[in-house]
């Protein structure tokens, strides 16, 4: 059984900095593509940035120069580092990972973190 564990949400003031954490575990054979969406209420959930197995980045125009996807594949793990946070980027943030187990390739998402950006 897969099981994505995530971690660092919060409340911040505008221009404040928070990292989000993704950790996978259980019978884990490779990780492509991970990724964090976030979904904000009213709205349908987005890409927020993504990165392959070879460290390929990609973001949202809304986010590009505040922040910053990383993975450490020997933990299985992604993070997001947000910097110069907007009260737009309130949302819940879910991570998501392309996962082979058991000769199988699947998508599996996080649990969900609350952000809040507020003053």
């Known amino acids: 059984q897969v099981q994505l564990v995530e971690s660092g949400g919060g409340l911040v003031q505008p221009g404040g900095s928070l990292r989000l954490s993704c950790a996978a575990s259980g019978s884990i054979f490779s990780i492509n593509f991970m990724g964090w969406y976030r979904q904000a209420p009213g709205k349908q959930r987005a890409l927020v940035a993504g990165?392959?197995?070879?460290?390929?980045?990609n973001y949202a125009d809304s986010v590009k120069g505040r922040f910053t996807i990383s993975r450490d594949n020997a933990k299985n793990t992604v993070y997001l580092q947000m910097n110069s946070l907007k009260p737009e980027d309130t949302a819940v943030y879910y991570c998501?990972?392309?996962?082979?187990?058991?000769?199988?390739?699947?998508?599996?998402w996080g649990q969900g973190t609350q952000v809040t950006v507020s003053s």
């Open positions: 998501k990972m392309a996962i082979t187990a058991y000769s199988r390739t699947s998508d599996y």
């Open positions: 990165i392959t197995s070879i460290g390929s980045t």
